[in-house]
């Protein structure tokens, strides 16, 4: 008797697995995990060693800029239209001296909130937004936490999932522009025996997802070891170690190659580590978060969380994990406010030089996935149009209004996206602590109601 059981007990739980599944994105631990153990820098040689590659130009060594314009020119495989000229976007000082939003667009965004959490599926909703001449806004509505009825505020701290790519990214790309590392280095430079092809994956190839490496994080197996131990410390080989149990899934770099994998990330973090003999966390602290001043984002479970916290859920349950099983791929915890203004030091040219951001803008087909039919993915960042309809008289929007730079995510019971329209100059970034559904739903809201207070 205890055998069926004990099955069906296991079958629940894989089912429960499953349904966290859901989408892509980040959770927050309850307990602390030990700091991460950085693997020796030396290796053993092999018996056929990797031939050194060919270094990919880089930007020179001067300082990193610290201009806000948008770079004109991108290394795209779709160029962007050059009819418009994306506005300069201002600095977080000089943003604090503009004027308000207007108060009839602010009550617009905030009724867009409320109706987002009105039937209470989804329990809170949080967005901020930044338009070009008027101060940021930020708004909030519905519940922090369904069980104990928190409401939810602009400050809350949320998990924002994938969108933690980018950070990884960034890190990447100015250890490149550095010259610590190549783009075109094989994964073999640093880990000759961690995955399968290991000689022939660059790092280029993990920025954009055309390695060929199995996603161990849309696993439904490893999902359940996960939340079935929540308070576990996964080391990142474990995580990488589990994905290359399926070899190779395309040939890297390969034609049609592209596909989202968050194990690509997990070795972006761990090459990091390599490279700089530092721990991930200490590299994105001190290139992004302080200097961009970022004190409401955070790197689970190696910093504490300060200030209130969301609950996940995914349709009615709460969520949790430790936040070492999506270590370089969705790790973060921030409010919205602080991802948009990560979003516009990225494409202001404050975190990278503009040949950089060139670079990080060629652009591989997303193959239409998560539900995006025109998704398009560069070194670490999405770029789509969004179904944004027709402008104020009635005309269609050009696919450069409706055109739009950065990253969704959702994981462990939250829902993200970052979004950064060249065209308009608009950013906007929001949070939902519901799994089960699309951020682009309040996404496009949004972004049409500040569309049409322009006009567009």
């Known amino acids: 008797m205890q055998g069926p059981l004990l ?16 989408g892509a994105g980040c959770a927050a631990p309850q307990v602390a995990a030990p700091p991460p153990t950085l693997p020796p820098t030396t290796q053993a040689p092999s018996a056929t060693p990797t031939p050194a590659p060919s270094p990919s130009p880089r930007p020179s060594a001067t300082p990193r800029p610290s201009a806000t314009a948008l770079p004109s020119a991108t290394a795209t495989s779709t160029p962007e239209p050059t009819a418009t000229v994306a506005p300069p976007l201002a600095t977080a000082t000089a943003q604090a001296a503009l004027p308000p939003l207007d108060e009839a667009l602010a009550a617009e965004l905030q009724r867009l909130l409320d109706q ?6 989804i329990p809170g909703a949080t967005l901020s937004v930044s338009l070009p001449g008027y101060r940021p806004w930020s708004g909030s509505s519905g519940l922090a936490d369904r069980v104990t009825g928190l409401p939810l505020d602009a400050a809350t701290r949320m998990r924002i ?4 790519k980018i950070y990884t990214a960034v890190v990447v790309l100015q250890l490149w522009e ?3 590392l190549d783009l075109d280095a094989p994964v073999a430079t640093w880990f000759p025996a961690l995955v399968p092809g290991a ?8 920025l954009n997802h055309t390695s060929g490496l199995y996603d161990y994080l849309e696993d439904g197996r490893f999902a359940g070891q996960a939340y079935g131990a929540p308070e576990r410390y996964w080391a990142p080989d474990e995580l990488v170690a589990y994905a290359a149990r399926f070899g190779l899934l395309a040939e890297p770099g390969a034609w049609g190659s592209f596909d989202y994998s968050s194990t690509n990330y997990v070795l972006l973090g761990m090459i990091v580590e390599q490279v700089t003999g530092k721990p991930l966390v ?4 001190q290139r992004i978060i302080e200097p961009l001043a970022l004190d409401s984002t955070y790197f689970p479970p190696f910093e504490e969380i300060t200030g209130l916290r969301a609950t996940g859920h995914l349709r009615e349950a709460a969520t949790d994990v430790n936040m070492s099983f999506v270590f370089g791929t969705a790790q973060l915890v921030a409010t919205p406010d602080d991802v948009r203004r990560f979003g516009e030091a ?5 975190l990278l030089k503009p040949e950089t951001l060139a670079v990080m803008y060629s652009f591989e087909h997303g193959k239409g996935q998560y539900n995006m039919p025109s998704l398009e993915y560069g070194l670490g960042i999405m770029r789509t149009t969004l179904p944004l ?8 929007r050009s696919e450069g209004t409706q055109r739009v730079l950065g990253h969704i995510g959702g994981f462990g019971g939250f829902r993200s996206a970052l979004w950064h329209a060249p065209e308009s100059g608009i950013t906007l970034a929001l949070g939902v602590n519901q799994g089960a559904t699309d951020p682009n739903l309040l996404a496009i809201r949004a972004l049409d109601t500040l569309l049409r207070y322009q006009g567009r």
């Open 199 to 206: 000689e022939r994956i660059s790092v280029r190839q993990l």
């Open 178 to 180: 550095e010259g610590l």
């Open 389 to 396: 309809g027709t402008a104020p008289d009635g005309t269609p």
């Open 346 to 350: 990225l494409v202001g040219g404050q």
């Open 161 to 164: 999932a994938s969108i933690s």
């Open 116 to 121: 987002t959490v009105a039937d209470s599926y």
């Open 282 to 285: 200490q590299e994105i602290r």
């Open 7 to 22: 099955r069906r007990q296991h079958l629940r739980l894989l089912v429960a697995a499953l349904l966290l599944l859901w």
